[in-house]
């Protein structure tokens, strides 16, 4: 069971739209409506963002969106907020476990 | 409110024992799926197992199979993370989860630090 794959570092300016991309397999991210993301500030536990691929806890802002096409999930923020640099998570449901991303480092110009 | 409520830092020695816990409050604690994930120093979000206190179900990632045991006490919602030979690989930041019924986490604890020196 590997770690889904994200890329290591995303950037943008404030105001701008970023997307990270979470690629896994047709055993995790294909084959499951479970995907969830997370964001995690240095020293702060993680904090659910996204969950059932595109579905928003109550709290988070609507800048924040969640979709999935074949076994590749994306987070798309929008409107960029200097509080939105943190590294960010995708998780799936893998069939009796569960495997994370590997991160990806949001940086806010 | 929901809480999780870990245990404190621990520092140890190599080849030690180790029994963490995770004490949840504010919903039914048998009704939800609970859970350890690890961070390593500098490194990203492992997820390692869980458990369902309602009738002690427990899955393990393939990773961690064998290498810890998770575990709960209904009784007093509380989940367990232990380890009966802890190696200084094991140093690392451990959280529990909560996890809905879309296996997404939805509540965090706050972390317990271990520290295992060789």
């Known amino acids: 069971q590997s770690a889904l794959t994200q890329p290591r570092s995303v950037s943008g300016s404030p105001g701008q739209s970023v997307t990270i991309s979470c690629t896994g397999t047709s055993s995790d991210v294909g084959g499951y409506k479970y995907v969830s993301w997370y964001q995690q500030h240095p020293g702060k536990a993680p904090k659910l963002m996204i969950y059932d691929v595109t579905k928003r806890p109550s709290g988070v802002p609507d800048r924040f969106s969640g979709s999935k096409s074949g076994n590749t999930a994306s987070l798309t923020i929008s409107g960029l907020q200097a509080e939105d640099e943190a590294d960010y998570y995708c998780?799936?449901?893998?069939?009796?476990?569960?495997?994370f991303g590997g991160g990806t480092k949001l940086t806010v110009l | 409110e929901v809480q999780l409520v870990q245990s404190g830092a621990e520092v140890k020695k190599s080849g030690e024992s180790l029994k963490m816990s995770c004490k949840g409050s504010g919903y039914t604690f048998t009704s939800y799926w609970i859970g350890w994930v690890r961070q390593m120093p500098g490194k990203g979000l492992e997820w390692m197992g869980i458990i369902y206190p309602g009738d002690s179900d427990t899955r393990y990632s393939p990773s961690f199979q064998g290498q810890v045991t998770i575990s709960a006490d209904k009784s007093i919602s509380t989940a367990y993370l232990q380890w009966s030979s802890l190696k200084a690989s094991d140093t690392a930041m451990y959280y529990c989860?909560?996890?809905?019924?879309?296996?997404?986490?939805?509540?965090w604890g706050q972390g317990t630090l271990v520290t295992v020196s060789s």
């Open positions: 989860a909560r996890h809905s019924g879309s296996y997404s986490i939805d509540y």
């Open positions: 998780c799936s449901y893998a069939g009796s476990s569960v495997v």
